[in-house]
């Protein structure tokens, strides 16, 4: 299951947080049409951390309808308290959840000997298969790879989606994890722009926000790097390359939101204090997409 | 309301986040006895990223009955949404709070117009005075000057509360935004090892830790500050530096959880994923403790 693709979809929402079913439909049957390899639900793409507990449920329980056990659904359990992370990641195996993606989100800065007792405490809590979400840029923690091979050990922690490493490191940082966890334990990237790359480096999985909306394009980016096809990768990660200074200087986040509405699968909103793209920077994403041909439009 | 000694203190509760009304209120009727200039309830001392709402509001109607006017009770209002930031004001000022202290909780990195526009929409929803909450460490948002002046002209929004700047710094720092903002805006700040010199550089209000547990002393160092009596400070200060040592090295959320147990006034833990202190870090708390006469004890 934490292999290949993993699609983040975006969660539309009203301005008071409640779920918009009918346009995570739409954006979980294209992710099905496209033959994606897993649909990451309620990741920091979709908003997890903005969503009330009950939202959540409703949420894992209709991508759970709308996928119908044709793509596993990994679920982003993530929160402050461990009690809540654990209702979280009981709630989703309830709602028909395949696997689950914990952060350690922080408000306090965490210990390593907290963070790794929060996470035995969640992998007990619910009996599912479960990735570690190592996102420093919004938990700001990070783990490393001695907490990681930790973990690794715990029944039922079978994955880590890690932040891509820098272009140059990306064999040697993988091939250092990948000697210190079992062979089963999968090793996955995040962070778009760099991911192919991470992928050809050796990487099981690429957690990607723009295969969320762009399950097509993405799904050819991705066979080219585990084919080993490097220069197909780089072609086809240049027809990105507007897209990714956009998520560069914008967030992801925001700038999928203005696409999916650009695009015309739904007009939903970041929840605030996040505000929508200013309308200069709607015109030059209209255009980075019409360089990507996604087939389902 | 925003000058002088704000005490910080623990908001007691069990594992589940249900807080525990009496140790509360021995906590506060601490602070009222020892004449602090405000209560700072909820705070990132007060854990309130990680209690409910319904709890969070049940502390302060608590903490409003066992301070009946005597103290101005300023009350933590963060929240990653803006809607929940502006129920909880609303919510506060019903249960009886004199003033908000607002922090720009974030999960999604946030830019400045954001947190302006959700410091506006705060403002807006409860009318009372609102201090900014600048606190780097957990929010992972660092106010420019800028911003605190823009904030500054906003209606109800009265003060910031600063991390103090470093040593050397402090009398530039604080007369560079001391220029920016009107003669009515409170310039206060929190570090409680480097407080007591950013109130001699004339800062307007300490934000503290400590005096949320030890009034008394805290209360001591803060009026010798407040007369520039720098000898006074330094004097007095030096009996807290093994309590400041603790503080850098294990945060002093942690440490004044054990403190509070080691005096006898409650027996909480920090909410879970925030383990307790060790038992060595106990033993050099407990002789810390020994140095600083509290009065109250």
Not at 2 to 20: C, E, K, N, Y
Not at 106 to 130: G, N, R
Not at 178 to 192: L, T
Not at 194 to 223: C, Q
Request: hydrophobic share 45%; with cysteine; charged share 20%.
């Amino acid at each position: 299951m934490f292999r290949g693709l993993s699609a983040f979809p975006i969660t539309p929402a009203d301005p008071h947080g409640r779920v918009d079913i009918e346009a995570l439909g739409r954006l979980v049957q294209r992710l099905v049409k496209a033959e994606v390899d897993s649909i990451g639900l309620l990741g920091s793409t979709g908003t997890y951390a903005y969503l009330s507990r009950a939202e959540r449920r409703r949420a894992i329980e209709a991508a759970a309808g709308y996928s119908r056990g044709r793509v596993p659904l990994i679920v982003g359990v993530g929160a402050l308290r461990t009690d809540d992370a654990q209702d979280l990641a009981r709630d989703a195996k309830a709602a028909g959840a395949d696997g689950l993606l914990l952060a350690p989100v922080s408000y306090t800065p965490l210990t390593e000997e907290e963070v790794f007792e929060h996470f035995l405490a969640v992998a007990q809590a619910a009996d599912l298969p479960l990735c570690i979400y190592n996102n420093p840029g919004t938990t700001h923690f990070t783990f490393s790879d001695a907490l990681i091979e930790r973990l690794a050990k715990v029944q039922g922690i079978a994955a880590v989606k890690n932040p891509s490493p820098p272009a140059g490191e990306m064999r040697a940082r993988h091939e250092a994890l990948r000697a210190k966890v079992p062979a089963s334990f999968a090793i996955g990237y995040s962070g778009d722009w760099n991911a192919p790359d991470a992928i050809l480096a050796g990487g099981d999985a690429w957690y990607s926000v723009v295969g969320g909306l762009l399950p097509a394009p993405t799904l050819a980016l991705l066979r080219a790097a585990q084919a080993g096809n490097a220069a197909e990768v780089a072609r086809s990660n240049a027809l990105f390359q507007p897209l990714w200074e956009l998520f560069k200087a914008l967030s992801s986040l925001r700038v999928v939101y203005a696409a999916a509405d650009i695009m015309g699968i739904c007009h939903a909103e970041p929840p605030r204090p996040l505000l929508p793209l200013p309308q200069a920077a709607r015109q030059r994403l209209a255009a980075a997409l019409e360089s990507l041909d996604d087939g389902g439009r």
